[in-house]
Antibody
Framework: QVQLVESGGGLVKPGGSLRLSCAAS????????MSWIRQAPGKGLEWVSY????????NYADSVKGRFTISRDNAKNSLYLQMNSLRAEDTAVYYC???????????WGQGTLVTVSS | QSVLTQPPSASGTPGQRVTISCSGSSSNIGSNTVNWYQQLPGTAPKLLIYSNNQRPSGVPDRFSGSKSGTSASLAISGLQSEDEADYYC????????????FGGGTKLTVL
């Protein structure tokens, strides 16, 4: 069965950095687009970034562009999100999710909490 | 401010039928398919409907989806207490090099 397991969240000070990881299993990872989606406490879902199956294409929400970098390692069935210059408004649960071209995600991980606070 | 517009709340009594609307534009719902997700408290979103009206294996047929033009709807018939959750619509948006957009979510209360 499809499994997505995020890790790497935690408490970080404003201006700090964090790297999230997502371990995928149960499907052919290299066949799928992957996305990061976040949810601030008590708020709705916000798309953060996506990466194509071969890493040829990436895209970012304006709110994170220039600060976050998405990457993947198909040999390790893993997705990553490098987050730099973190701000209080980046505080959220971050989900990795599987998708296909031009469609929203189907499977989601359980999420990892990132808290940006001094 | 979410790109897709959903009512913030909906309610119904057990056994009733409830519908949740999702309004978008030509760059998202008007030209791409819609997914619906159910999010129970403290859990990750779960796919409820994909490709406008398809149910994944294991989702009861009490849940149905439809799309017309730039709007979509989720219908829940035979409402049950365990349906109390947040519901989100989502679609691919062709603008800004392509990205996923979400509705703001609808909190469904079973009275």
């Amino acid at each position: 069965q499809v499994q997505l397991v995020e890790s790497g969240g935690g408490l970080v000070k404003p201006g700090g950095s964090l790297r999230l990881s997502c371990a995928a299993s149960g499907f052919t990872f290299s066949d799928y687009y992957m996305s990061w989606i976040r949810q601030a406490p008590g708020k709705g879902l916000e798309w953060v970034s996506y990466i194509s199956s071969s890493s040829s294409y990436t895209n970012y929400a304006d709110s994170v562009k220039g600060r976050f970098t998405i990457s993947r390692d198909n040999a390790k069935n893993s997705l990553y999100l490098q987050m730099n210059s973190l701000r209080a408004e980046d505080t959220a649960v971050y989900y990795c999710a599987r998708g296909s071209t031009y469609t929203p995600p189907d499977y989601w991980g359980q999420g990892t909490l990132v808290t940006v606070s001094s | 401010q979410s790109v897709l517009t959903q009512p913030p709340s909906a309610s119904g009594t057990p056994g009733q039928r409830v519908t949740i609307s999702c309004s978008g534009s030509s760059s998202n719902i008007g030209s791409n398919t819609v997914n619906w997700y159910q999010q129970l408290p403290g859990t990750a979103p779960k796919l409820l409907i994909y490709s406008n009206n398809q149910r994944p294996s294991g989702v009861p047929d009490r849940f149905s989806g439809s799309k017309s033009g730039t709007s979509a709807s989720l219908a829940i018939s035979g409402l049950q207490s365990e349906d109390e959750a947040d519901y989100y619509c989502a679609a691919w948006d062709d603008s800004l090099n392509g990205h996923v957009v979400f509705g703001g979510g609808t909190k469904l209360t079973v009275l």
